[in-house]
C-alpha cells in the first residue's frame, strides 16, 4: 500500500470515528436544546439585551465542526482516547434525557459506518407514503407482533433515511410481501439517499420476492 492509499484510509478512519462522537453529541444537545428553549421562552428579551446582535459565518462555522470531527477522531482512535471517551460515555449515560437520545443516535451511526456493528444488512424499496410512490430503506429486523384478535403477525422494521441527512428518518413496520429487496450495496443506498438520487445506479433489480423472507429467518438481516 503506498502512501496516498494509506493517508486515504488513515483519513477515512479518523473521520467516521469523529463522526460518531461528535454526530450523536450534537443530536442530544440539539434536543435537548429544543426543551430548554421551549420552557425559557419568556427569557429571550433578556438574552438578546445581554448578548447583543448575532452575526453567522458560515465558513467559520464549517471549520470549526470539520476540525473538532478530525480532532474528536484522533483522539479516539488511540488507547487513552478510547478510554476517555469510555469514561465520557459513562457520564452521558447517567443523564436521563440525554442518554436515551444520545445512545439511540449514536446505534443508529453505527449501523451506517461501522462494518461490524453495521445492523443494515439490506437495502430494500417499499411502498411509501402513498400506494405507487416508492422510497429506498433499510431492514432493521423482524418483529412480531400480537393483535387484539389473538392474530400474530412477522412484520419488517424498515428505516427509511431522508435526503441529504440519512441519520434522521422514520421506521416503519411492513408485512413481509410489501418489501421489495435491491441487488445494491448499503454504500449505494447511502449514496442514492444522500444525493437526492443523483448518485444511483443506472439499473436498479428487484430480487426474487421470497429471499428477504428467507434471509431473515436465518437472521441475516437481525441485530
Same mark, same amino acid.
Given at each position: 500500500?503506498?502512501?496516498?492509499?494509506?493517508?486515504?484510509?488513515? &483519513?477515512?478512519?479518523?473521520?467516521? $470515528?469523529?463522526?460518531?462522537?461528535?454526530?450523536?453529541?450534537? =443530536?442530544?444537545?440539539?434536543?435537548?436544546?429544543?426543551?430548554?428553549?421551549?420552557?425559557?421562552?419568556?427569557?429571550?428579551?433578556?438574552?438578546?439585551?445581554?448578548?447583543?446582535?448575532?452575526?453567522?459565518?458560515?465558513?467559520?462555522? &464549517?471549520?470549526?465542526? &470539520?476540525?473538532?470531527?478530525?480532532?474528536a477522531g484522533v483522539l479516539t482512535t488511540g488507547v487513552f482516547g478510547k478510554k476517555l471517551l469510555g469514561f465520557w460515555e459513562q457520564l452521558l449515560l447517567k443523564i436521563?434525557?440525554?442518554?436515551? =437520545?444520545? $445512545?439511540? $443516535?449514536?446505534?443508529?451511526?453505527?449501523?451506517?459506518? #461501522?462494518?461490524?456493528?453495521?445492523?443494515?444488512?439490506?437495502? =430494500?424499496?417499499?411502498?411509501?407514503?402513498?400506494?405507487?410512490?416508492?422510497?429506498?430503506?433499510?431492514?432493521?429486523?423482524?418483529?412480531?407482533?400480537?393483535?387484539?384478535?389473538? $392474530?400474530?403477525?412477522?412484520?419488517?422494521? #424498515?428505516? *427509511?433515511?431522508?435526503?441529504?441527512?440519512?441519520?434522521?428518518? =422514520?421506521? *416503519?413496520?411492513?408485512?413481509?410481501?410489501?418489501?421489495?429487496?435491491?441487488?445494491?450495496?448499503?454504500?449505494?443506498?447511502?449514496?442514492f439517499v444522500v444525493s437526492g438520487s443523483l448518485s444511483s445506479p443506472r439499473e436498479m433489480t428487484i430480487r426474487e420476492s421470497e429471499s428477504i423472507i428467507r434471509q431473515?429467518?436465518?437472521?441475516?438481516?437481525?441485530?
Amino acid at each position: 500500500m503506498n502512501f496516498r492509499d494509506e493517508f486515504k484510509k488513515t &483519513f477515512k478512519t479518523r473521520f467516521i $470515528s469523529g463522526i460518531l462522537v461528535i454526530v450523536p453529541l450534537f =443530536v442530544a444537545i440539539a434536543v435537548l436544546k429544543f426543551v430548554v428553549l421551549t420552557i425559557d421562552e419568556f427569557l429571550k428579551p433578556y438574552l438578546v439585551t445581554i448578548l447583543g446582535k448575532e452575526y453567522t459565518f458560515p465558513l467559520i462555522g &464549517f471549520l470549526v465542526t &470539520f476540525c473538532l470531527i478530525i480532532l474528536a477522531g484522533v483522539l479516539t482512535t488511540g488507547v487513552f482516547g478510547k478510554k476517555l471517551l469510555g469514561f465520557w460515555e459513562q457520564l452521558l449515560l447517567k443523564i436521563p434525557l440525554f442518554s436515551t =437520545v444520545y $445512545s439511540a $443516535s449514536k446505534q443508529l451511526l453505527e449501523g451506517f459506518a #461501522v462494518p461490524e456493528k453495521r445492523t443494515f444488512e439490506k437495502v =430494500v424499496m417499499v411502498e411509501y407514503p402513498r400506494k405507487g410512490a416508492y422510497a429506498i430503506g433499510f431492514v432493521v429486523n423482524r418483529i412480531k407482533v400480537h393483535f387484539p384478535n389473538d $392474530s400474530t403477525k412477522e412484520l419488517i422494521s #424498515v428505516f *427509511i433515511p431522508t435526503t441529504p441527512t440519512p441519520f434522521a428518518g =422514520v421506521a *416503519i413496520l411492513f408485512p413481509a410481501a410489501d418489501v421489495k429487496e435491491l441487488n445494491i450495496s448499503i454504500e449505494d443506498g447511502l449514496k442514492f439517499v444522500v444525493s437526492g438520487s443523483l448518485s444511483s445506479p443506472r439499473e436498479m433489480t428487484i430480487r426474487e420476492s421470497e429471499s428477504i423472507i428467507r434471509q431473515i429467518e436465518h437472521g441475516s438481516a437481525e441485530i
